[in-house]
């Protein structure tokens, strides 16, 4: 079985590539990253002799059609993504191009070359918001899109592109919508990790109340 990974030096990537070659070191692991300023190497140094990383674009056509044919995965799953919520709302194009374009461009190559199992990564963000006051309500699959931010409405359209290549081409393919995560290798611009720095070093914690600004939420609503 030969698994790519995609966004595998940022965080929950980084996490899943860690858990494949401890729990299933028959595996062959292919990493595919860009690294951007969320993108660690470090993160994957300890089992580096035990994967394949190639830097690059999951938006480039030539490098990922030329990496399939190169190593012809059987499963792909696409942690990568521009994922913060702030960097959004200030740049909204390169979210435009990394988390739909890119997630084109993985599936192309996918009825290209052949797959059994394309996995998106995505985020409960694409139902929005549920009511602080009412915690009888919750997220299900049949729960309407509702996106609140750039962000949010780049994973939601790349969603519904996922799930028009499985009606369209019959494409096999998964989509997980998990909430927030935290835990080893989080970068430090995220909720958590930030709330902990700041703490020890005896610095303000940015919590928003409930504004009329977006930007009020943007440390609350980040995943
Ligand atoms: N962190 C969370 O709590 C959370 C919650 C719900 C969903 N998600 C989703 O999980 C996935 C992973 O999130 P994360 O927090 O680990 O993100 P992250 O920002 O830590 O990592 C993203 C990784 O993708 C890489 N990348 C970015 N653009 C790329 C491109 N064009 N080509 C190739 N690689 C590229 C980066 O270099 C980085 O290594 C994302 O799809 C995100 O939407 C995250």
Known sequence: MKILITGGAGFIGGNFVHYMTKEHPDYEIVVLDKLTYAGNLETLAPIMDKIKFVKDDIADRDAVFKLF?????????????ESHV??????????????????????????????????QVST?????????????LFFTEETPLHTSSPYSASKASADLLVQA??????????????????????????LIP????????????PVYG????????????DH
Not at 69 to 81: C, M, Q
Not at 110 to 118: N, S, T
Not at 165 to 190: M, Q
């Open 69 to 81: 044919k190169t190593e012809k995965p059987d499963i792909v799953v696409n942690f990568a993504a």
């Open 86 to 119: 702030d960097r959004s709302i200030e740049d909204p194009g390169i979210f435009l191009k990394t988390n739909i374009i890119g997630t084109q461009t993985l599936m192309d190559a996918c009825r290209e070359f052949g797959i059994k199992r394309y996995h």
């Open 124 to 136: 409960d963000e694409v139902y929005g918001d549920l009511p602080l006051d009412r915690p009888d």
């Open 165 to 190: 290549y499985y009606r369209t081409y019959n494409l096999p393919v998964t989509i997980s919508r998990c909430s927030n995560n935290y835990g080893p290798y989080h970068f430090p611009e995220k």
């Open 194 to 205: 930030l709330m902990i720095a700041n703490a020890l070093a005896d610095k303000p914690l």
């Open 210 to 221: 409930k504004g009329e600004n977006v930007r009020d939420w943007m440390y609350v609503e």
